[in-house]
């Protein structure tokens, strides 16, 4: 399907309710382009020999409602962000939105229409192409999940492609990873992940990808996939199977430590503490993020035997192997499994925040230099149940889908480098300003 421009679909506006819902959201602090931070934003560590990551904005839904979660995923390709809201009734549309930054902040510039009741539609934004995977509103037999892609060709976004599960997986489309320098797209759902190729001319499938042999059961293959320089990253982060002590023993349920396939010229293997456990939360690859060259790869571990919310960072050697380079505890003090991972010259993490479950802390990292991680800055979020997190070109961009009775936000940042000074001799040195590496 070729040469289809689309537009804007739906109103700005839906009635007087809407109206109050914005005006109770900007009342909160969270409106379009604020430029002071999200609600509850504060930056509260700056690195002296790091960069600081000042808040560009934050935006809320076209049309906020209640129930919307909008922010529920989000994506960045340095310059133009994109994030998805759920329908607010069973017979409802949801949306994905683009927004572009300009001089005067960011102008939402594209919508498209999703389902998505149950399940939340997923956007994934390259410098020329926008994928959005839409899984079915039921988890059931014959409802198949669909794939849009839409290519910009500068001034208008126009919808090249759209799929529909072959096989009636009803959660196709439920993680995508796109990388524009291969042209490899990345598709999970119905416990595999399907490969295609795109560019504005041709849409292609190459292949498909299924879990190694495995001991456990719900594993959740394709719960996250990132594409690599040299291989497609694919999460398993969950499963379970069943321990019987002999004779008459009890059973137990012994839960998988999590794993990440690296599916390239062969199949490598990647795990954290490695030791299996109760039932639990996801564990290692319950997120997966790739640097825009493909030549890092962060993985996020909500769960697992003796820690929580760790991130792990492995690099690709000039011989073609993965090594592990970084491994990043929880801030101190914090609870809770949810955990989010970009990375791309920088490393974005959100995690529950320190003692609560409804908060969250977002954190940068430089990972450079023979000291290893240097932690920028630490900025506290508003909830932190959900908050997905995008990296490129020295934006991040951070979705908040529970704030505010689920009308959500998102909220923009970018990386500035940091001045240094010396104020006097043995006082040390001290960031002084700042010259921005991103546009504000």
């Not at 289809?4 to 005006?23: C, F, K």
């Not at 002296?48 to 979660?69: I, K, N, Q």
């Not at 450079?368 to 920028?376: E, I, K, M, N, V």
């Amino acid at each position: 399907m070729l040469g289809r421009e689309t537009g804007a679909r739906g109103s700005w506006w839906q009635g007087a309710i809407v109206a109050v819902l914005a005006a109770a959201a900007i009342g909160c602090g969270v409106g379009p382009e604020t430029g002071g931070g999200a609600p509850g934003d504060v930056e509260t560590v700056r690195s002296a020999l790091g960069v600081s990551w000042p808040s560009t904005g934050t935006e809320t839904d076209v049309s906020p409602a209640f129930g919307a979660f909008f922010g529920s995923t989000v994506s960045t390709n340095g310059t133009s962000i994109a994030a998805t809201r759920l329908p607010v009734s069973g017979s409802g549309l949801g949306t994905t939105q683009v927004w572009q930054h300009t001089t005067t902040g960011w102008l939402p510039t594209f919508s498209w229409p999703t389902q998505g009741a149950d399940h939340h539609p997923v956007a994934v934004l390259g410098p020329s192409w926008l994928w959005i995977g839409e899984p079915c509103n039921q988890d059931t037999a014959g409802c198949a999940g669909r794939l849009y892609g839409f290519w910009f060709n500068g001034t208008s976004w126009f919808e090249l492609v759209q799929v529909v599960s072959s096989s009636n997986a009803w959660d196709f489309g439920s993680a995508l990873a796109w990388d524009e320098n291969t042209q490899i797209l990345a598709v999970a759902g119905g416990g595999s992940v399907s490969v295609y190729t795109a560019t504005p001319s041709f849409f292609g499938f190459e292949y498909a990808l299924s879990q190694p042999s495995s001991p456990y059961l719900g594993s959740g293959f394709g719960s996250a996939v990132a594409v690599t320089k040299n291989a497609i990253a694919v999460s398993a982060p969950g499963g379970e199977r069943l321990v019987i002590s002999r004779p008459r023993g009890p059973i137990q349920i012994i839960r998988s430590p999590g794993y990440v396939y690296l599916f390239g010229s062969s199949v490598t293997t990647l795990t954290g503490v490695g030791a299996e456990g109760p039932s639990g939360s996801p564990s290692f690859g319950a997120s997966l993020s790739a640097s825009l060259d493909g030549t890092s790869l962060a993985v996020g571990a909500g769960h697992e035997v003796g820690r929580d919310l760790t991130t792990y960072v492995y690099r690709l050697g000039s011989t073609g192997t993965w090594s592990l380079s970084n491994t990043i505890l929880a801030p101190s003090g914090a609870t809770g499994t949810d955990i989010s991972v970009g990375i791309d010259n920088y490393l974005a993490i959100t995690t529950d925040a320190p003692g609560s479950t409804t908060a969250a802390t977002l954190q940068f990292y430089q990972l450079g230099g023979f000291l290893g991680p240097t932690l920028d800055a630490t900025i506290s979020l508003t909830d932190g149940v959900t908050a997905p997190v995008s990296l490129r070109a020295g934006r991040a961009i951070v979705g908040q889908p529970d704030f505010f009775g689920d009308v959500g936000y998102i909220g923009t940042y970018a990386a500035s480098s940091a001045v240094i000074v010396a104020q006097g001799l043995g006082s040390g040195l001290t960031t002084a300003a700042a010259a921005p590496a991103a546009a504000p």
